[in-house]
Each structure stands twice: as C-alpha cells, then as structure tokens.
C-alpha cells in the first residue's frame, strides 16, 4: 500500500474518532429536549464508534502514519465526555433518581470517572482495566429502558463508585486476546459481546416494550463479564 494512502487512512481513523464527539453533543442536545431514547441512540452510536477505533487504529498503523496527533488522548478525552459527562447530565435531567439524590448520583459519576480517566494504571500491562471502567453510559442505558425503581438506580451507582477503586482487573472487550489461549473461548466470548450488542439494540428499538429474553440475556452477560473479570483478577493470563 502506498505510503499516501496509509496516511490518508490514519487520518480516517482520527476522524472516525471524533464523530464519537459530535455525537456525544447530539446526545446533549436530545438529553437538554427531554428526547431520552433519541439521546441513548446517540449515545450507543458512540459506544460503537469506541469500540471500533482502537482495532482501526492498530490496524492502520495511526501511531505510525498520523504521530502528530496523539490518538489515545483524544480517544480518552471523547469518552470521558460520553461515557461519564452525558451520562451524568442524563442523570441531572431524568427521573432515573428521585430529585433529591440526582446531585448526588451525578457527582460519584463524576468524581470515579475523574479518578478512573486519570490514574495511571487505569489500563494494566496485559490489556485490561484497573476497576470499574466508567461504563457510566451502559448504567443509564438499563436502568432507562429496564425501568429500574429510582433506589435500585441510585444504588447501583454508589455500588459502580465503590467499584472504580477496587483493582479488579475488567475485561478490555477489543482485547479479547488476552482473555484466553484458547482461541475458541475468544470467540464465543466475542460471539456472546456482538449477541449482547444486538440485543441491547433490539432493547432500545422495541422500547418501551419489555422482552423477557433481552432482558435476560443481557443481565447474564453482565454477571459473565463480572466473573471473567474476577477470575482473571486472581488468575492472570501472563
């Protein structure tokens, strides 16, 4: 490939990156409109740019062919801003907690995620996250279309703050490599994450309906996700 062409590609890459900004501020813009489902559209729209960026990234060489522009730090300042910030407007704006505690909910999304976006270990040496990696924007997703009483959802909150300082290792779901030698496990597990994907999307567009199978799928893949994380805590890899 010439060497024109894998520039002209990093810089895609980069600016794929981006739209996870713009959309995020679309988000905002629905969130400020009271628009909830059309914010979490928005929402997981950036969640699947973030997902795909690091792979494009490797792939292309970014680090190599466009250096000038430091790509993992506009990766963590976009996600600091969809995972965290939105989901902690989302919160301010919503009824998914009783009006007294929304504040309160807001700010431990806030601090955790300035703590998580910061520390330097956030990402540990064989490819996974040190603590509860501010999936902020998945809480809100849940406990919006799960219709979670408004306790549970402050709940689970104060459980996700706690747990952003707990060094337990979470899975890096682009990073599946370092889950396992077996290559067959890696792939059921990223069979299981695009199942869990399309089911999280199924969720939003039948909303407000409720799925029994949606649901449950995708709560069981949280526990999955939780335990592999455990056990790779205690069990490392390398």
Not at 11 to 35: D, E, P, Q, R, S
Request: proline share 3%.
């Amino acid at each position: 490939m010439l060497k024109s062409v894998r520039v002209g590609c990093a810089w895609m890459v980069h600016i794929f990156t981006a739209l996870g900004a713009f959309l995020g501020l679309l988000a905002l813009a629905a969130i400020y409109k009271h628009h909830y489902i059309i914010a979490l559209w928005y929402m997981g729209a950036a969640f699947v740019v973030d997902n795909l960026d690091g792979t494009l990234a490797r792939y292309f060489r970014v680090s190599e062919y466009a250096a000038h522009i430091d790509g993992a730090l506009l990766d963590n300042i976009i996600d600091f801003f969809t995972y965290s910030m939105i989901p902690a407007v989302f919160i301010l704006a919503s009824n998914l907690i009783a009006e007294p505690y929304r504040i309160l909910g807001a700010a431990l999304i806030c601090f955790a995620s300035c703590y998580q976006f910061t520390q330097r270990n956030a990402k540990t040496k064989d490819h996974f996250f040190l603590g509860f990696p501010s999936y902020w924007n998945l809480v809100i997703f849940y406990a919006y279309c799960w219709h979670l009483p408004q306790i549970v959802t402050l709940g689970v909150i104060i459980i996700c703050f706690i747990a952003s300082f707990v060094p337990i290792k979470y899975v890096y779901p682009s990073r599946m490599e370092y889950l396992s030698k077996q290559r067959s496990n890696i792939l059921l597990m990223l069979m299981a994450t695009l199942l869990c994907s399309a089911c999280a999307i199924a969720i939003l567009a039948t909303y407000p309906e409720q799925n029994s199978f949606l649901n449950y799928y995708t709560g069981a893949y949280m526990i999955l996700y939780f335990l592999l994380s455990l056990y790779r805590t205690f069990w490392p890899l390398i």
